[in-house]
């Protein structure tokens, strides 16, 4: 009975914060980058970082869309990418539903270029 409570919350969470056409795809995404906990809650502390990132890619979002329709394989770089959080996020609400282009992170932090690798 609590997991399907749990289950509920996290598709409720998803609607309301994750603009993808099927948000339960990314699932295995926004736990890996502690957005969401395990168990499919909202990490409280990842909730601003979440709306930030969301923010930035609605501003971004005209350009990402210009360069898809000028641009078989249009390539993003992500300057001072830190966790990478924005590039993964580009990819998977923009890039990959589209079915082309990459996201290429830059960084010059060792430990975050391994962490953002791993991921």
């Not at 909730?47 to 890619?57: E, S």
């Not at 924005?86 to 830059?106: E, H, K, Q, T």
Request: with cysteine; charged share 30%.
């Amino acid at each position: 009975m609590a997991r399907k409570r749990k289950e509920a919350e996290t598709k409720d969470v998803l609607a309301e914060l994750w603009p993808a056409q099927r948000p339960e795809k990314s699932v295995a995404l926004l736990k890996a980058l502690h957005i969401l906990t395990r168990e499919g809650a909202l990490n409280a502390d990842s909730r601003r970082k979440l709306k930030q990132v969301l923010h930035l890619t609605q501003i971004l979002r005209p350009a990402l869309d210009a360069l898809l329709k000028n641009s078989e394989e249009p390539v993003l770089a992500d300057l001072g990418a830190g966790k990478s959080y924005l590039g993964f996020v580009l990819y998977d609400l923009i890039l990959g539903p589209a079915g082309r282009g990459c996201v290429v992170g830059v960084e010059t932090r060792a430990d975050l270029i391994e962490a953002s690798r791993a991921l």
